[in-house]
């Protein structure tokens, strides 16, 4: 862990000076991965909020499915918000079915479960709808 001066340092040098990665790694006697880390912070903290998905609206709905018949399978949830009008396929209901199930919320740490929610779902801590799957 480096210090916030450090950091300061580290992007000072490399934006502003246009220093390379590996001659600050040497000047400031870090590794080069280190600065790597200092310059890309910055890439993660600006994202872009999520759309609402096509699932959204019937969240409450699931919810309150799941909580009335919790082994309800995610196929007949899938079924039941398909005759209340939903036009979408059966895989966006399966993962809000599975993290109201367990009580997990997408981005949630230590949830990386699979590939799909950490790449579709992990930028849901800046929208808030997906991230109130828990509450």
């Known amino acids: 862990m480096i210090s916030p001066e450090t950091r300061v340092q580290i992007r000072r040098y490399f934006y502003a000076e246009h220093w390379k990665i ?34 959204d609206p019937y969240l409450p709905f699931v919810r309150e499915v799941l909580e009335q018949h919790p082994r309800l399978r995610a196929t007949r949830i899938h079924q039941m918000i398909r005759d209340r009008g939903y036009s979408g396929i059966s895989v966006p ?6 993290w109201i199930r367990t009580g997990l919320s997408c981005g949630s740490a230590g949830s990386k479960a699979s590939t799909m929610r950490a ?17």
Do not use: K, Y
């Open 93 to 98: 209901t399966r993962h809000p079915a599975r």
């Open 119 to 135: 790449n579709c779902w992990m930028r849901s801590a800046a929208a808030g709808t997906r991230a109130a799957i828990r509450s």
């Open 22 to 55: 590996g001659t600050i790694a040497t000047a400031l006697d870090v590794h080069p991965d280190t600065v790597r880390r200092a310059i890309e912070v910055e890439r993660f903290q600006h994202a872009e909020p999520l759309r609402p998905s096509i699932v």
